[in-house]
Nanobody, 127 residues
Framework: QVQLVESGGGLAQPGGSLKLSCLSS????????IAWFRQAPGKAREGVAG???????YYSPSVKGRFTLFRDDTENTVYLRMNDLQPEDTAVYYC?????????????????????WGKGTLVIVSS
């Protein structure tokens, strides 16, 4: 069974940084579309960023310029570097994979197209 495992969440102060990781022991992540989504309490899930198998990156407008998505193929890991964190970034962050490639809707990989999901990692931004 394919598993995606997120890590790196925690508590950050406004303006601070965190780096989330997504890895899998069953999938070669560079072969698929890998995306990050988040869900804040009481809010709908939203797409954050994604990267296609050919390395094209996608960002939601709310994080563009602050978050950077990159992939380390030697470690089979996709990272989400989050800078200038704000309280509105507080959410559970999920890593997901689409084995058929990125289906982009409104500039971000579409959650309904994802085939596998991790269990999430909690990010809290608070002073």
């Amino acid at each position: 069974q394919v598993q995606l495992v997120e890590s790196g969440g925690g508590l950050a102060q406004p303006g601070g940084s965190l780096k989330l990781s997504c890895l899998s022991s069953e999938m070669v992540l560079r072969s698929y579309c890998i995306a990050w989504f988040r869900q804040a309490p009481g809010k709908a899930r939203e797409g954050v960023a994604g990267i296609s198998d050919d390395g094209k990156a996608y960002y939601s407008p709310s994080v563009k310029g602050r978050f950077t998505l990159f992939r380390d193929d030697t470690e089979n890991t996709v990272y989400l570097r989050m800078n200038d964190l704000q309280p509105e970034d507080t959410a559970v962050y999920y890593c997901a994979a689409d084995v058929w490639g990125c289906t982009v809707v409104d500039g971000i990989p579409d959650a309904s197209s994802m085939d596998y999901w991790g269990k999430g990692t909690l990010v809290i931004v608070s002073s």
